[in-house]
């Protein structure tokens, strides 16, 4: 009772966190060296610990203050550095302030704990088992391009082969075969798998090969299970562009199952067929740059996802939520854009209630 007591009570709970101050030191500090180290195709790992709301050196916080600090943020990116902020708090306010900071610049990695990183991976790209190594190289600003990418969008046929060869022989080698022979190149990744000990998949809560086959098989694969085949179904990608449907129509059935449309779709299939309505897909509404930050989620995290549903759903309706939520959306969107982000918002938010908290 003791070492609880003082595992939930410690904590650094310290009334100041200068964060911009912080960051234009260093920014003087890098700039002299960028001549050089661009020169020499080299750059900066700057790893940022932290837990708390940026302040000023005052210890106040605020709109003022938050802009400063991106502001920041945004002119050390320029610079030749990578920049990863580790995330030390399981506060979602605090998250999500670092990551509309991220979506703002390059160069920037924000990394929440393992276990949470294993959720954002698993979303995007459920083939992989998120071992503890990836994550502690990300951690220390070591790991390569494609690792960055992983809990952003799912990687498309090439990018896993280059991956898997980085992974498990080294970036020249040429013994995988490409993707295009798909047996050749399942056979290989097979002999590769044989050869390597199972990882710890704490979605899965269970130790797995690094790369699930079979997943990688429905969803890039031939496969003809009739099963497996069924559960994709319900999530396939909807063109409503091809349908002379009103946009209020087009969102009902987005939200909403046939033939009646009077329920709800689950959750899991709200979130995987989100872009469903957006341009071009839906050409009842304009285009606008905003739609396509939004970063797609797997249609195959939620199959056979096993006791991790739960988790998957809390983490696909925050990742929504925070895509969705009117203070992150463009003051300059019109009137269908501002109707399929509330119908989005709302619906989403209805069936988390339904789902998730009773």
């Avoid at 790209?125 to 502690?136: D, E, K, Q, V």
């Avoid at 798909?182 to 899965?204: C, I, S, Y």
Wanted: charged content about 25%; hydrophobic content about 35%; aromatic content about 8%.
């Amino acid at each position: 009772n003791q070492v609880r007591t003082i595992m939930t009570t410690a904590g650094p709970h310290l009334p100041k966190n200068p964060l911009a101050h912080q960051i234009r030191s260093v920014h003087r500090g890098i700039s002299k060296e960028e001549s050089r180290l661009s020169s020499q195709r080299k750059h900066v790992t700057f790893v940022i610990s932290t837990q708390g709301v940026p302040t000023d050196r005052h210890g106040k916080t605020g709109p003022a203050v938050l802009r400063d600090c991106e502001q920041a943020f945004s002119s050390l990116s320029k610079l030749p550095v990578k920049i990863v902020l580790r995330i030390c708090t399981d506060d979602s306010k605090v998250m999500d302030i670092y990551n509309l900071f991220d979506s703002k610049m390059n160069g920037c990695d924000v990394l929440d704990d393992y276990w949470a990183e294993s959720i954002e991976v698993y979303l995007h790209n459920p083939w992989l088992a998120y071992g503890i190594g990836i994550h502690r190289m990300r951690e220390a600003g070591l790991a390569w391009g494609l690792v960055d990418i992983l809990d952003e969008r799912p990687l498309s046929l090439h990018e896993i082969h280059r991956f898997c060869k980085s992974l498990f022989l080294g970036e020249d080698s040429h013994s995988l075969p490409q993707p295009r022979v798909w047996t050749d190149f399942m056979e290989g990744l097979k002999d590769l798998l044989d050869k390597e000990t199972e990882v710890w998949n704490p979605v899965l809560n269970k130790r797995t090969p690094w790369i699930n086959l079979s997943k990688l098989e429905d969803m890039y694969g031939t496969s003809q299970d009739k099963e497996r085949i069924q559960k994709r179904r319900a999530t396939v990608a909807k063109d409503y562009s091809r349908e002379n449907l009103s946009l209020i129509e087009i969102l009902q059935r987005w939200s909403h199952r046939p033939p009646s449309y009077q329920k709800l779709h689950p959750l899991d299939v709200l979130l995987v067929t989100i872009p469903d309505v957006f341009p071009p897909s839906n050409c009842e509404v304009e285009a606008h740059a905003y739609f396509f930050k939004w970063k797609q989620f797997s249609r195959d995290a939620f199959i056979d996802s096993g006791d991790g549903m739960r988790d998957l759903l809390k983490r696909g309706v925050r990742n929504a939520k925070f895509f969705l939520h009117p203070d992150k959306l463009p003051k300059d969107l019109t009137e269908n854009q501002t109707l399929v982000f509330k119908t989005l918002w709302d619906v989403i938010a209805e069936q988390e209630e339904a789902t998730l908290n009773n």
